[in-house]
């Protein structure tokens, strides 16, 4: 016996009611595709919260893998995200509480909610726009840290350097070291600079080290190429050696800047303050340049 039917051959008010039915399933249907995307969007906003809550050590759990390749996008990242004036207004809120945080207690000594209650800014929003704590502080480092163009532009005075006289030489490393101290020393914007970046030198993963080097390696590298330049005998590593003392001796102003202070008898950082100290890591570097 043939169950199958026409339409034709059913009721109308039969044919009304299953293309209801029909409409109904599909609309069910795609309501359940919905909701499943808003409970995986939920379960990784949940993820965000625990681990604000409890740190984040930059790992990737289970859970969030699983909802990231559902939603494909990154690690503590909205696909899409769009901000608007006041969106990126909280962000920059944000970055700058996060930033004094890290820079006076740490990576792992600042969580979620010290940022909350340092920015006024809500956890949800903290999640929202970040995601973890590994992302925000990514994004401090992104703000915050001395961009490619400026540290290139610091160095420009030893490219320029052509004399191989002791004035011009040391002239010439006084300029770029003092700008780079008072690029991080003098910024009234944002006082917290030079423990921001004293506390990247202990807090530095691999992640954070890859900013780093884009950002400041080229620059690094003009170092090694003044000091070849003027003394062609230098080998590589004896020119390493000298960027590394230079390097060491302007880190050790932010390090031990309360042992500076104490040396040169001032109570804060200047700008001819910072002049003279980079004319003393000029003077002292010298030598080992292999100059007359």
């Known amino acids: 016996m043939d169950l199958s039917y026409d339409r034709g051959q059913i009721p109308g008010d039969y044919c009304f009611l299953q293309e209801n039915i029909e409409n109904g399933l599909i609309f069910l249907k795609s309501r359940c595709r919905l909701l499943c995307l808003l409970y995986d969007i939920f379960g990784y906003w949940v993820a965000g919260w625990n681990k604000a809550m409890d740190g984040d050590n930059g790992e990737v759990t289970i859970m969030e893998k699983r909802t990231m390749k559902k939603l494909n996008i990154g690690k503590g990242q909205r696909s899409g995200l769009r901000f608007n004036a006041n969106g990126i207004e909280t962000r920059k809120n944000i970055l700058k509480a996060a930033a004094k945080l890290f820079a006076e207690r740490g990576y792992d000594g600042t969580s979620?909610?010290?940022?909350?209650?340092?920015?006024?800014i809500g956890l949800g929003s903290l999640v929202y726009h970040f995601g973890v704590k590994h992302n925000l502080y990514l994004e401090t480092l992104n703000a915050f840290l001395m961009s490619k163009e400026r540290a290139l532009e610091i160095v420009a005075p030893l490219n320029a350097c052509r004399k191989k006289d002791r004035k011009s030489v040391v002239n010439a490393l006084v300029t770029a070291i003092a700008s780079y101290l008072r690029e991080i020393h003098c910024n009234r914007k944002f006082p917290f600079l030079p423990a921001f970046y004293t506390r990247l030198l202990i807090d530095a993963g691999k992640?954070?080290?890859?900013?780093?080097?884009?950002?400041?390696?080229?620059?690094?590298?003009?170092?090694?190429?003044?000091?070849?330049?003027l003394n062609p005998k230098l080998t590589e590593e004896q020119a390493y050696a000298w960027r590394r003392l230079v390097i060491a001796q302007i880190q050790y102003t932010m390090v031990s800047k309360k042992a500076i202070l104490q040396e040169f008898h001032i109570k804060a950082y200047s700008p001819e303050?910072?002049?003279?100290?980079?004319?003393?890591?000029?003077?002292v570097s010298y030598p080992l340049l292999g100059l007359k």
Not at 112 to 120: N, V
Not at 208 to 228: E, P, W, Y
């Open 112 to 120: 979620f909610r010290d940022i909350t209650e340092a920015s006024g």
């Open 207 to 229: 992640d954070a080290g890859k900013i780093v080097d884009a950002r400041l390696t080229q620059a690094r590298d003009s170092l090694n190429q003044f000091a070849m330049r």
């Open 273 to 283: 303050v910072l002049d003279e100290i980079a004319r003393s890591i000029a003077e």
